[in-house]
């Protein structure tokens, strides 16, 4: 069995990108610019916006963080996002989501410039991914491709299964797996909370993504002997053995799966801080594009 190492791909990532920076200023060009909205005062978002912010200093990049109080109005967001738009300084541009309820995160998505939709959550960044046209592609599917890449993961004919059917994770790698592309060209069954038979389906898998959001969902009699498993989920569970009183868990029983696995993403380790720098990735893109 081999880790899928995405703490290790992901700084071996943001050296690359720290290098093209390097190159970027050498050139007379400018750093590349993220822009962050952050609404509100949820933790969980707290803590990824800082996340961000802190690898935009590792590699070299300007960042922005623009805060926003949960009762700000959806015209007051929409407008704090038209003068960024409008701001050529600023390559790339996310809100952080879940936005609260009052805001409609459809129209905020809508009015983020495509040019500058790092997150690739925008319909015409989602349509050219489906298209296969040049696009940003939504950071957390684009660091699963980036790890199968890596990793040189055999994907050409595979029986590849997504549980879960989300705008940002489920749907997109569902469409990234059915490419006529490498990594791609798998046989893809996406299944969500109406589907039936789910463990005989996974069972089929050589490739299981699975991206549900519920602790240790997949068990090891639900996956076949060499699969390779990319377990996006994240839940936070009480622990009395950390400090802060919880730890991070996956939607896969890693102890059982990983024995059968013959290769597996850790977590926390793996497709989390892949996702980060792939958000890097795409404000490179972002920056490079207009010069
Ligand atoms: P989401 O929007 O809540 O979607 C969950 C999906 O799972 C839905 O399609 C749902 O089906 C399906 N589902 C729920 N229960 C199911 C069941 N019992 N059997 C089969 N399918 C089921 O979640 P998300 O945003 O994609 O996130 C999923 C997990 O990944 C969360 O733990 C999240 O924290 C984590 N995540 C991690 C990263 C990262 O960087 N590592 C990034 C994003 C998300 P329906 O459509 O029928 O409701």
Redesign the pocket.
Same mark, same amino acid.
């Given at each position: 069995m081999i880790i899928l190492d995405g703490k290790k791909t992901s700084n071996d990532i943001k050296d690359e990108i720290a290098k093209e920076v390097d190159v970027l200023l050498l050139n007379g060009g400018k750093k590349p610019h993220l822009a962050a909205i952050l609404v509100g005062d949820n933790g969980a978002s707290e803590t990824y916006v800082s996340a961000k912010v802190k690898a935009c200093n590792r590699v070299g990049f300007n960042s922005t963080l623009i805060r926003l109080p949960e009762n700000v109005s959806e015209e007051q967001l929409i407008e704090e996002i038209s003068v960024i738009n409008q701001n050529d300084d600023i390559d790339g541009l996310i809100v952080q989501l879940p936005l609260p309820n009052h805001i409609d995160e459809k129209k905020i998505v809508n009015t983020i410039e495509v040019n500058k939709d790092v997150d690739g959550f925008h319909p015409m960044n989602i349509g050219n991914m489906t298209l296969n046209l040049p696009s940003f592609i939504p950071a957390?599917p684009a660091g699963i491709i980036e790890l199968l890449d890596r990793y040189s993961i055999d994907t050409v004919g595979k029986s590849c299964v997504v549980?879960? @059917? !989300?705008h940002?994770?489920?749907l997109p790698i569902s469409i990234l797996m059915s490419r006529n592309n490498y990594p791609g060209n798998s046989t893809v069954t996406l *299944?969500?909370? @109406? !589907?039936k038979n789910?463990k005989d389906i996974c069972r089929n898998a050589d490739i299981l993504i699975v991206?549900?959001?519920?602790a240790n969902?997949v068990t090891s009699d639900m996956v076949k002997e060499g699969v390779c498993v990319i377990d *996006?989920?994240?839940?936070r569970i009480p622990s009395d053995t950390t400090k802060s009183g919880w730890r991070l868990v996956g939607?896969v029983d890693f102890q059982q799966v990983s024995k059968k696995s013959s290769y597996i993403t850790p977590v926390p380790g793996g497709?989390?801080p892949m996702?980060i720098a792939m958000l890097l990735k795409n404000t490179l893109l972002a920056s490079k594009s207009k010069i």
């Open positions: 957390t549980i879960g @059917r !989300s940002i994770v489920g *299944v969500h909370s @109406r !589907s789910i991206a549900l959001g519920k969902f *996006v989920g994240i839940t939607d497709v989390g996702t």
